[in-house]
């Protein structure tokens, strides 16, 4: 044969170039996911708009003081019930005169499901309430939702509301139970 | 005519080495795609607090990061809670600035999008962070997330 050698790299130390570089970004790698509990703020309120007015019973408040000791519709809780209590305050399931007033409503994809009509859930702290507290509390009241949430997927669904899989699905969850947590407006704002 | 001729095995076998290169480079490009970047060093001491009910953060190249923390060099800037907005302190003045900076950073159609993860140590007092949410209201970045730690259960006993 006359072909012409064609003159080859040596592609041996390639090998040691890709370690090297393997080797630099493993290094640098970090690996942590960013997680967190996700809420959106309200647009900021004008001078003469008044807050809504609603309905005492469908307020659920809770107050977090700068001892971080907890007080739920008026009287002192520890944050161990507060699961157990929001739930019972977004489902009142016996029609209690002091918890919101419940409705059935048609949910395209669930059908018709028993819902709070405008349950409120406000939250309120101080500003020497610590941030793990602050963070507790959220995370309870996030939590007791999305209990709720669960039960409900199960009973419509067959599965756990993180499990469901269609949007059209998620969605419907997420319409017959809100997040309805709504926080004050900080009031000693600009003082220090 | 034999063309090849058949080697005649002997001793040690050795291991063909030839594909070596290939898989270092696919581990490689693993670790080059999942990367990230620390853009910024923390000068603030952060410890995030628990929670069980988190999400992931989607879509990072859309999230702004505020952090309050107390300074890590305590000696040169004592023990009172500070912001870090990019490389340096800020002020809670300096947060609609970072907001219009970080928008004008992305692209027009993603703007809406943008999150604003705010990175707090767990013994910070809620006032600072109050304040910061209020300037992020007025700002208009009203999507946020309080970064914290994944647990499977809160210890309420270390709250207190």
């Not at chain 1, 009287?75 to 699961?83: A, E, Q, W």
């Not at chain 1, 929001?86 to 399931?93: D, I, Q, V, W, Y």
């Not at chain 1, 309430?129 to 999305?146: G, H, P, R």
């Not at chain 2, 034999?2 to 693993?30: C, H, W, Y």
């Amino acid at each position: 044969m006359a072909r012409r050698a064609t003159q080859e790299i040596n592609a041996g130390s390639m090998a040691d170039i890709a370690f090297l570089l393997l080797i630099f970004f493993l290094v640098t790698t970090t690996m942590d996911v960013d997680t967190g509990i996700s809420r959106k703020l309200p647009p900021p309120l004008r001078g003469d708009e008044k807050p809504p007015d609603i309905n005492e019973r469908n307020i659920f408040t809770v107050l977090v003081n700068s001892r971080d000791k907890l007080m739920v519709e008026g009287k002192p809780c520890d944050i161990r019930m507060l699961r157990e209590r929001t739930k019972e305050f977004m489902s009142n399931p016996q029609n209690r005169e002091d918890l919101p007033e419940m409705i059935s409503k048609e949910i395209p994809g669930l059908g018709i499901v028993r819902v709070p009509k405008n349950a409120v859930i406000s939250l309120k702290n101080d500003r020497g309430t610590s941030y793990k507290m602050y963070i507790a509390v959220q995370n309870e009241l996030a939590a007791a939702i999305n209990e709720l949430r669960d039960e409900l997927s199960q009973e419509k669904f067959g599965r756990k509301y993180s499990e469901l899989l269609s949007e059209k699905q998620i969605q419907a969850v997420q319409k017959a139970i809100p997040v309805p947590i709504s926080e004050a407006e900080p009031e000693n704002i600009g003082e220090k | 005519m034999a063309r090849f001729k058949r080697e005649k095995k002997s001793g040690v076998q050795t291991i063909n080495t030839s594909s070596l290169p290939d898989i270092i480079f696919m581990l490689l490009f693993f670790f080059m795609v999942t990367t990230v970047m620390r853009e910024v060093t923390l000068i603030v001491k952060i410890k995030p607090p628990e929670a069980t009910e988190v999400q992931k953060l989607e879509r990072k190249s859309l999230v702004s990061y505020i952090y309050i923390g107390e300074p890590k060099k305590s000696k040169m800037f004592g023990t009172k809670p500070r912001i870090q907005l990019n490389d340096q302190f800020a002020r809670v003045s300096d947060i609609p600035a970072f907001i219009t900076s970080e928008r004008q950073a992305r692209d027009e159609s993603e703007r809406k999008f943008i999150t604003t993860s705010l990175k707090v140590d767990e013994n910070i007092k809620m006032g600072i962070v109050t304040d910061v949410k209020q300037e992020l209201r007025k700002s208009g970045a009203f999507k946020i997330n309080y970064s914290t730690r994944k647990v499977g259960k809160i210890d309420f006993n270390r709250l207190y």
